[in-house]
């Protein structure tokens, strides 16, 4: 069942990539750079060792006051060798983006959108980076720590939907 | 704008025709669920569908983050409706795993049973929709009323039909009425009975099979890129059952089967959940069987609030349950991930602890959130009829989807 050597063998498999890795609650962990991330993901899907074939949830963490701010956690499952890891990015705040996995994954489409909307965290080389549950004119990003509960949002524009879209044409 | 369909998808389609844009949505008749379908028509055929979700979010995981860990119960209730139970578990499990907590026996097979009737729940609610949209509208009675009797089950058990609220950070709210065997037995028999009915109006029936058959087909390897989970997937052939894969509760107790399909079209869909029903039958019935006697909470005054006559008659108790309801559950700091398999897929609740009585952060997949993104996938080339069907299929719940 769970492969407590996962952590250890993706530290292994890229020497002085893995920034940190630790097992909690018998959930494996690996915390990365996000300039290898595509490369580190790519691997980490492909290799026969891993074969991590699905992504099966991608959100962040808002670590107000920590430095760097925010967490972007990518949990994974290998169907095939029916094992999990979860993989980690530290983003700071005055540069919130991430590289994009949606060229692994499609579901990563949807999922780092949802990211975009709710932290303000950028995916670059992302097809189509805009907002999936809230509407084009909101204003901020609601799960950010700093995003007060009871904001109001000012009213917006009627918009005739077909002349004008929320979708890029 | 006047592309040709030819310009867009590379193949004569109908020279004459034009691409036209349709908006279906936000509040059709023909979907259950406020959604928005942006399509691309070259007549009837859909050469493009987007998807617009999110008309329901109401920051399910905002408010998390301003309660206590026991508030964000009965919010789990309303993320996917028709089985509020698996939910219910499903937050309880990761709260759970966070204090490192064994939770009693009995209350884990309560726990399990009350999963599988609300899995039935679910399936008869996805099931009877979607027969009711492709015409059949007798099924969908049918099913509703075979859903009516399990309703009575939960509320015999919990006290309501959807907004359960049942279980609690180290337990269930209640143990299970007298006589709850003898219920569900009578309950199961009258459910078998209708399943049969419909098995025969359906099944077989013509307008319903060219209805489902190869329509909203989905490839095995889209499905698992798209992350698609639950019914969905294993109707591509992909015998993916979190309660197998990684046994939570006590499914490794029981003996049940994963059916899968073989097309990954409506059909299979369809009919692999109509057999997960009959499994999950099965399971309780087997849960039931194998029920221990004792207690359905921890003994531990840090987690479970203690008895009303130690409240009322002691200061130690009274202060106990105070410091329980207002400052709420101390998680000490950590994350964790815990999948289960909900009624549409992997559901898996991500937490985040800082220590303190609150939720740092309460992060839900959302098993339908998948199939909808590969909704699009699945219609293209379909006609504009074949949306209800595949749509139903997925089963899209608002609430779960959206947040």
Same mark, same amino acid.
């Given at each position: 069942?769970?492969? $407590? ?12 990539? *893995?920034?940190?890795? +630790? !097992? @909690?609650?018998? %959930? ?30 991608? $959100? ?12 972007? *956690?990518?949990?994974? +499952? !290998? @169907?095939?060798? %029916? ?17 994009s996995?949606s060229?692994?994954?499609k579901?990563a489409n949807w999922l780092e959108r949802e990211v975009w909307d709710m932290?303000g965290?950028r995916f670059t080389d992302h097809p189509d980076l805009r907002r999936i549950l809230m509407y084009e004119e909101f204003h901020g990003h609601p ?8 904001k109001r949002q000012p009213l917006v524009e009627e918009r005739d939907p077909i002349t004008n879209p929320w979708y890029k044409k | 704008m006047a592309a040709t369909a030819r310009q867009l998808v590379g193949e004569v389609l109908d020279p004459t025709s034009e691409v036209m844009t349709l908006q279906m949505g936000p509040s059709h008749p023909a979907t259950h669920g406020t959604i928005k379908f942006n399509l691309r028509l070259d007549g009837e055929k859909i050469l493009a569908c987007e998807v617009e979700i999110g008309y329901l979010h109401r920051g ?73 949209e ?82 909203g ?152 959130f998948?199939g909808m993104a590969a909704l699009g996938e699945m219609l293209k080339g379909y006609l504009v009829s074949d949306i209800i069907t595949t749509f139903g299929?997925i089963?899209m719940?608002g609430?779960?989807c959206d947040r």
């Amino acid at each position: 069942m769970a492969d $407590t050597e996962l952590p250890g063998k993706v530290a292994t498999t890229f020497p002085g990539k *893995v920034v940190e890795t +630790y !097992s @909690l609650h018998g %959930n494996d962990t690996v915390v990365i750079r996000r300039d290898d991330a595509v490369e580190i993901f790519r691997t980490l899907r492909d290799d026969p060792t891993f074969a991590f074939n699905m992504l099966v949830d991608l $959100t962040a963490v808002d670590f107000l006051g920590r430095e760097p701010r925010f967490e972007v *956690v990518y949990h994974l +499952y !290998s @169907l095939t060798l %029916n094992h999990r890891l979860r993989v980690k990015i530290r983003v700071p705040e005055d540069d919130a983006t991430v590289p994009s996995v949606s060229s692994l994954w499609k579901s990563a489409n949807w999922l780092e959108r949802e990211v975009w909307d709710m932290f303000g965290i950028r995916f670059t080389d992302h097809p189509d980076l805009r907002r999936i549950l809230m509407y084009e004119e909101f204003h901020g990003h609601p799960l950010r720590k700093d995003y007060p509960v009871n904001k109001r949002q000012p009213l917006v524009e009627e918009r005739d939907p077909i002349t004008n879209p929320w979708y890029k044409k | 704008m006047a592309a040709t369909a030819r310009q867009l998808v590379g193949e004569v389609l109908d020279p004459t025709s034009e691409v036209m844009t349709l908006q279906m949505g936000p509040s059709h008749p023909a979907t259950h669920g406020t959604i928005k379908f942006n399509l691309r028509l070259d007549g009837e055929k859909i050469l493009a569908c987007e998807v617009e979700i999110g008309y329901l979010h109401r920051g399910f995981e905002k408010m998390c983050e301003q309660r206590t860990w026991n508030h964000v119960v009965p919010y789990t209730d309303r993320l996917n409706y028709a089985s509020p139970l698996i939910n219910n578990v499903a937050f309880a499990l990761a709260a759970e795993k966070l204090l490192e907590l064994e939770v009693p026996e009995r209350c884990q097979y309560i726990r399990m049973i009350m999963s599988e009737i609300s899995r039935i729940t679910d399936h008869l609610t996805c099931l009877g929709m979607a027969a009711t949209e492709a015409g059949a509208i007798s099924v969908g009675f049918y099913m509703l009323e075979a859903r009516e009797t399990l309703y009575d089950l939960v509320t015999a058990v919990t006290g309501a039909r959807l907004t359960v609220s049942y279980t609690r950070v180290g337990g269930i709210t209640y143990d299970l009425p007298q006589g709850f065997a003898g219920m569900v037995k009578d309950a199961f028999q009258s459910i078998r009975q209708i399943l049969a009915d419909c098995d025969k109006l359906l099944s077989r029936n013509r307008i319903f099979v060219d209805r489902m058959s190869g329509v909203g087909v989905l490839s095995q390897e889209d499905a698992i890129s798209y992350g698609v989970t639950g019914p969905l997937l294993r109707a591509t052939g992909v015998p993916y059952d979190v309660r197998k894969a990684q046994p939570y509760l006590f499914y490794d107790r029981v003996e049940f089967d994963v059916p899968t399909g073989t097309q990954g079209d409506n059909y299979d869909r369809f009919t692999v959940r109509f057999e997960e029903i009959k499994q999950s039958m099965r399971i309780v019935e087997q849960a039931l069987g194998q029920l221990p006697p004792g207690p359905i909470c921890v003994d531990d005054p840090r987690v479970v609030l203690p008895a009303k006559r130690d409240v009322y008659g002691s200061i130690e108790g009274l202060m106990n349950h105070f410091k329980l309801v207002i400052e709420g559950v101390k998680i000490p700091p950590g994350e964790v991930y815990v999948p289960v398999e909900g009624a549409n897929g992997e559901l898996g609740f991500y937490l985040v602890s800082d220590g303190s009585g609150r939720p740092y952060r309460v992060r839900v997949r959302p098993p339908c959130f998948f199939g909808m993104a590969a909704l699009g996938e699945m219609l293209k080339g379909y006609l504009v009829s074949d949306i209800i069907t595949t749509f139903g299929m997925i089963n899209m719940i608002g609430g779960e989807c959206d947040r």
